[in-house]
């Protein structure tokens, strides 16, 4: 019998041990979000529109890799490995289905310190006369992607470990202001990288602390060198590509396919700088000789990673911090969620990887992202098959780009940052909804475009943790309301609106008096309308805390939870109670969830009122989840107020935008919220239609 018994044991152990296939497949979706959206592709709905993105974001990854492949510091053909094989992984284990994967120029720019540091342009002169047989490079130019490729391998690296240590539930940390002020400074780091190539100067490399004003120092030192023939060539460019894109936005609507203006421009400019000859003629520096084909795989130097190891952790988080705002704002865009783990290990494989395959460190950029958007890009195969257009270039095209003016290449680099630079507009924004977020925005970008972005990044966070902790303690506590007196309240206004229904129609107000629990910030009540042909549930939920960019996250998910909870009879009403008992949200029926309570939102007619009595202080973040709420609630058929709000509050709900000024959402107190609610033109129309 001992030995039955544990023969079973065995095989019960095994069992509840052993991983089911569904487990598996389960798993297996979420760590490849391919398997997830590829076999629900409608062939005849996305792959005109994504094929359509995919070649004019193949002309931006090659213009871009050419460009930020030299911002690097290293040779442009590296630059075209970068715009390939990133996007190739991203596509397989990102979650951002309008994200672009490459070369980004901040990345770049990062890189391009180790690659100066470690491989001076004074050492060009030892190693010019070495060919490797390699692509035909020089052993220097080997040398400068193997720094590159070893600070996109480290970078990766640390980027994988912050999978494992699942820190991407730290991203709340990352306020929107921040993300803002630190993308923006990165793109006036790029455009300053640009200007000896749009002014024709010959500069020599400037980094480090003050580096910024450094350069245009320089520039304005050496302002009689500036190249006439540069110059003019680059304002057209900026002209005509402004011109094109503008039109382009307003009339993408009537027009099926947008003119390709970048890809033109390239083709017209080294048309005519290669009949006239403008290299030699006026000194005009153009790309250069662009090798075809792809090398086979190398390690990174492995014994040089201690020493880029500043660079690789500015990689690491500076390129996931800009991709997770792009990635983040397209799930909200077009209404799908992102894992912000799962995006920590997509750009930690789409750096190690590439790094064997001579490519610079990689991240996703806001101007590619935007102009998937712009071409109507549907899934992730819009960046697969830029690929495509990518490895035709390597092989084939790659050479014919000699000719190419620099002075071209990096007017269409700034003017493709276009919307990053213009998040200057956010600033009074900032300053209607919370001026302490725009002084850390203001501060943020100072320190970035002073220092580095990674610096900028780190300030910007310290400073915002560091203000809230200020706040916090100053913080009015709330008093407890009586809940017989809300009862009472509620009754005698709800009395008053329905004293002259008849009797079928009169409504009864049920409130579920209770305790908050330790620690709560939310509490809610439900009142719930006697049965009627159209029935309403009104759920009263009251904020307890003050709402920032600390629980702002939390907040949602759980109001969230509450509104959409599962009605299901069969449910036991311990698994219903659970999914109020967290550190935000809170019931006040003692901890049970009661059955009409209980009701989801999208089966019934529902309202919801949020008690903002409690709302002390808040700050650019909580106040746009309040508006995302709003908005979320409006596009489900539930209507959302706001009682006992403050005036400034209310001033910042009303500047943020976006939302339905037509019909009043903000009200002195609950009862009178409640009581616009039952006196609801709709409502009474149903009404009158259950009489019929």
Not at 166 to 184: C, D, H, K, R, Y
Request: with cysteine; aromatic share 10%.
């Amino acid at each position: 019998m001992t030995g039955a018994k544990r023969k079973k044991r065995n095989v019960l152990w095994r069992k509840m041990h052993t991983p089911h296939r569904e487990d598996i497949k389960q798993w297996c979706k979420r760590r490849l979000p391919i398997l997830e959206w590829a076999p629900q592709y409608n062939l005849k709905e996305n792959l005109l529109p994504d094929t359509v993105s995919g070649v004019m974001l193949a002309v931006q990854q090659v213009t871009q890799g050419l460009s930020f492949a030299m911002l690097s510091s290293v040779h442009p053909v590296f630059g075209l490995y970068g715009s390939l094989f990133p996007a190739i992984i991203y596509a397989v284990f990102g979650m951002g289905r309008h994200v672009a994967t490459g070369t980004f120029g901040l990345t770049s720019l990062i890189s391009a310190n180790a690659v100066e540091r470690l491989v001076p342009q004074s050492s060009r002169n030892l190693t010019t006369q070495n060919y490797s047989s390699v692509l035909g490079l020089s052993e220097f130019e080997l040398q400068r992607i193997g720094v590159a490729a070893a600070v996109s391998f480290l970078g990766g690296v640390i980027q994988l470990v912050m999978f494992v240590l699942q820190l991407g539930s730290a991203t709340f940390l990352l306020t929107e202001p921040v993300i803002s002020a630190m993308t923006t400074g990165a793109a006036t780091h790029v455009v300053t990288s640009q200007v000896k190539y749009l002014l024709g100067i010959k500069m020599p490399y400037i980094s480090g602390p003050l580096g910024f004003f450094y350069i245009y120092a320089y520039v304005f030192e050496n302002i009689k060198s500036v190249q006439l023939e540069a110059l003019l060539l680059s304002l057209l460019s900026i002209i005509v590509l402004v011109l094109v894109k503008e039109l382009n936005e307003q009339f993408k609507r009537k027009i099926k396919v947008v003119l390709p203006v970048d890809l033109v421009l390239i083709i017209a400019a080294s048309f005519a700088c290669y009949c006239t000859n403008m290299e030699n003629t006026y000194g005009l520096e153009v790309v250069g000789h662009i090798p075809s084909g792809i090398p086979p795989p190398r390690a990174p130097p492995m014994n040089i990673l201690s020493a880029v190891l500043t660079e690789a952790f500015g990689v690491a988080l500076v390129g996931y911090v800009a991709s997770l705002a792009l990635a983040q704002g397209s799930a909200k865009k077009f209404k799908y969620s992102v894992d912000d783990n799962q995006e920590f290990l997509a750009h930690g494989l789409s750096n190690v990887i590439p790094s064997f395959l001579f490519c610079i460190p990689s991240a996703a950029a806001m101007g590619r992202t935007a102009g998937l958007y712009s071409t109507g890009s549907k899934t992730q195969v819009a960046c697969l098959i830029s690929c495509i257009f990518i490895l035709i270039v390597i092989y084939a095209i790659g050479p014919l780009l000699y000719w190419l003016p620099m002075c071209v290449l990096a007017s269409i680099i700034v003017v493709g940052l276009k919307g990053m630079l213009i998040q200057f507009r956010d600033l009074k924004k900032y300053w209607n909804v919370d001026k302490i977020d725009w002084g850390i925005w203001i501060s943020t970008y100072i320190f970035t475009i002073c220092f580095a972005a990674n610096v900028g990044l780190l300030f910007g966070v310290v400073c915002t943790i560091a203000i809230v902790l200020g706040r916090f303690p100053r913080a009015k506590t709330l008093s407890i309301t009586d809940m017989k007196e809300m009862e009472l309240k509620v009754k005698t206004e709800m009395h008053d609106n329905t004293e002259n229904w008849p009797p079928s129609k009169r409504t009864n107000v049920k409130v579920f008096p209770g305790g908050l629990k330790t620690g709560s910030n939310v509490r809610s009540l439900s009142v719930t309308p006697g049965r009627m042909e159209t029935s309403q549930q009104i759920k009263i939920i009251s904020i307890n805390n003050p709402l920032v960019f600390l629980n702002a996250k939390k907040f949602s998910a759980d109001l969230m939870k509450i509104i959409l909870k599962d009605s299901d009879s069969s449910q036991p009403l311990d698994d219903v109670s659970k999914c109020e008992q967290n550190t935000l949200l809170s019931s006040l029926s003692n901890g049970n969830c009661n059955e009409e309570a209980s009701q989801p939102c999208s089966r019934e007619k529902c309202s919801l009122v949020l008690n903002c009595s409690g709302l002390t202080f808040f700050d650019y973040t909580g106040v746009s989840t309040l508006a995302e709420l709003y908005l979320d609630c409006k596009s489900r058929s539930v209507d959302m107020f706001l009682a006992n709000c403050t005036e400034s509050l209310i001033k910042a709900m009303t500047n943020y935008g976006d939302l339905d000024t037509e019909k009043p959402i903000f009200f002195d107190s609950v009862p009178a919220a409640i009581s616009i609610i039952q006196s609801n033109k709709n409502w009474s129309k149903a009404s009158d239609h259950s009489e019929v």
